[in-house]
């Protein structure tokens, strides 16, 4: 491992019912052994992995947090974390992994329920209201989203309620309203009403500032952010002049950090109001040489091929299904002299690294990072160069 720093061991009491750390019973030295094993099995035939990066205090550190609100069998409102792979609810009051202002959050909430006489929304009988709370706060700015998400569009009160919340909670800079009434895993729905404030918060990230809106995605690990995104800036080596692409952007981060670095940035992302969150940093700090796309990040690179869009680079974060074929095809086919891959699982990396190793492409360097300590989530980043032909 990288540092002789000595971690602090705390005890989770539900570790074994939560089943949301995988890892959390481990020493911290264990767990990242652990992880530097597995991406060393997976990626050994690529060539040398570098030491994973640790997070110094690998506590409190995920700034999106999710509840769920239930009954429980003596109809007590209960709220915590669903039970891995179950729609079962573990009550908890505050989680290792959680930023600590949030938990305190929803235990108000639960608080308030009970004397606003609001139900939990029960799935089966359709009755109730409210289902889930997320929130987000911002590392940096101390702002705070609250997320509910409720099972109907009446929420009888509302003003009354949002008000007490934030009497409560001053620290909450923003309250919205999602709805969700299907009968499915997903937290949120598609309808929303900002209840308060302005329905995003803002958050610094290697020194810029960034919008985050409640359906975006954004790193949930921004101490380890900062780490990652410098590693694999560096590792491009950028002079100044090169044209990039970030593809699977989220909200513009990753290429708004790299726009002072190169000439041209083009940043590619599917989900809609993460695109107008970067079109919106990209304003916010004054940028101008970085051009956003809403389209699936496949069928863009397809078309920037047939249209002989050269880049130079292409920085590339998929989700955890990993790439597309018809994006590696297309990537091949533009040949960027350089990729830096960063991955959030080494099973789809090793996959997609597989395809671009036989289309030319040779791994330079891999390194993990500890994203996401507890549990057995492993983030790599990983650079490659075209071979010469
Ligand atoms: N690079 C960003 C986001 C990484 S997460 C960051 O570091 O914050 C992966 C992103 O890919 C998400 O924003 C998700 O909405 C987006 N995404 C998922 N499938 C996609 C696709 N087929 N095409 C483009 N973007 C996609």
Redesign the pocket.
């Known amino acids: 491992m990288q540092s002789n720093q000595t971690y602090r061991q705390l005890k989770c009491p539900v570790v074994d019912i939560c089943g949301g750390c995988q890892v959390q019973h481990l020493p911290y030295e264990q767990q990242l052994e652990q992880k530097q094993k597995q991406v060393v099995e997976l990626l050994k035939t690529f060539g040398k992995v570098d030491p994973i990066i640790p997070m110094k205090d690998p506590y409190y550190y995920r700034n999106k947090i999710h509840a769920t609100f239930q009954t429980d069998r003596r109809n007590r409102i209960i709220s915590g974390i669903y039970q891995s792979g179950t729609h079962k609810v573990v009550p908890i009051d505050s989680c290792l992994l959680h930023d600590q202002r949030a938990d305190k959050i929803i235990v108000s909430i639960r608080g308030l329920l009970k004397s606003f006489k609001m139900r939990p929304y029960n799935e089966d009988t359709r009755q109730g209201l409210l289902r889930h709370v997320l929130i987000r706060t911002g590392f940096e700015s101390g702002q705070i989203m609250v997320v509910l998400v409720l099972g109907t569009h009446v929420f009888p009160s509302r003003k009354n309620f949002v008000k007490a919340l934030v009497d409560k909670h001053p620290e909450i800079t923003t309250v919205v309203m999602n709805v969700n009434n299907k009968k499915t895993s997903m937290v949120l729905g598609d309808r929303e009403t900002v209840l308060y404030g302005k329905g995003f918060i803002q958050d610094t990230l290697c020194g810029l500032k960034f919008r985050i809106s409640p359906k ?4 949930v690990n921004p101490v380890q ?1 900062e780490t990652l ?1 410098n590693k694999a800036l560096d590792l491009a080596e950028f002079t100044g002049n090169e044209t990039i692409i ?6 513009g ?2 290429g708004l950090i790299a726009s002072k670095r190169v000439k041209k940035v083009i940043g ?4 809609h109001d ?1 695109f107008k969150d970067a079109i919106n940093n990209a304003k916010r700090n004054d940028i101008t040489n970085v051009f956003f796309h809403n ?4 069928e ?1 690179m397809i078309k920037s091929a047939k249209r002989k869009q050269f880049v130079d680079t292409v920085i590339m ?3 955890r299904s990993g790439s ?1 074929d018809d ?1 590696i095809r297309a990537l091949a086919f533009m040949k960027p002299k350089k990729i830096v891959y ?1 991955s ?1 699982n080494p099973v789809t990396l090793k996959r997609d690294l597989e395809k671009l190793t036989r289309k030319g492409y040779q791994v330079k360097t891999m390194i993990p990072v500890d994203m996401f300590p507890g549990t057995s989530h492993v983030e790599t980043v990983v650079l490659m160069s075209r071979v010469d032909e």
């Open positions: 975006s995605f954004y790193q952010t995104y970030d593809a699977y952007c989220g909200i981060t990753i590619v992302e599917l989900n993460a389209a699936d990040a496949g863009f974060d998929p989700p597309s994006f960063i959030c």
